[in-house]
């Protein structure tokens, strides 16, 4: 007997007591539950993936109502902006057209000031005038009464 078949034996032997140990059941149960794992992991893998595509899709919504909303606030600033500068530029105008006004009344009141100013000036010179050149030819009852007469005369014009 040689080697050979002492090897052929052996094998045999061997074949055996892997099957009667059930050794390709382990090996078919240890492959089995190694491949549930891989698909266990493939099924967590894909339900991250879609889960963390919804996030993305939900933070990319609330980028676009951030965005939106801040474009929102950027017009209503420029039309608050706008309005404030209109309204300044009203508020400017009236307190102008007030101080123009104010300063107009002010000018018409010192011309006419002025006026009754050199008007009554006028009237003294002219009754000085007259009181010397009357002085002079009539007496001091007939002044007075021309005198008086002048007077309710210029008081009647003035009033």
Do not use: C
């Amino acid at each position: 007997m040689d080697a050979t078949f002492w090897a052929l034996i052996a094998l045999v032997i061997f074949l055996g007591v892997v099957f009667y140990m059930k050794v390709p059941a382990m090996i078919t149960k240890s492959l089995d539950e190694r491949a549930g794992k891989i698909r266990n992991e493939l099924e967590e893998a894909r339900r991250l993936r879609e889960e963390a595509q919804q996030l993305l899709a939900e933070f990319q919504r609330k980028r676009k109502e951030a965005e939106r909303e801040a474009g929102d606030i950027v017009a209503a600033a420029k039309r608050e902006a706008g309005s404030l500068v209109e309204e300044a530029k009203k508020k400017t105008e009236e307190y102008v057209a007030r101080r123009t006004a104010l300063a107009e009344t002010k000018i018409a009141q010192a011309e006419r000031d002025a006026v009754n100013e050199v008007r009554s000036q006028a009237v003294d010179i002219a009754i000085e005038a007259a009181r010397k050149v009357l002085g002079d030819k009539i007496d001091a009852k007939t002044g007075g009464e021309i005198f008086k007469t002048s007077l309710d005369q210029l008081k009647a014009k003035l009033n």
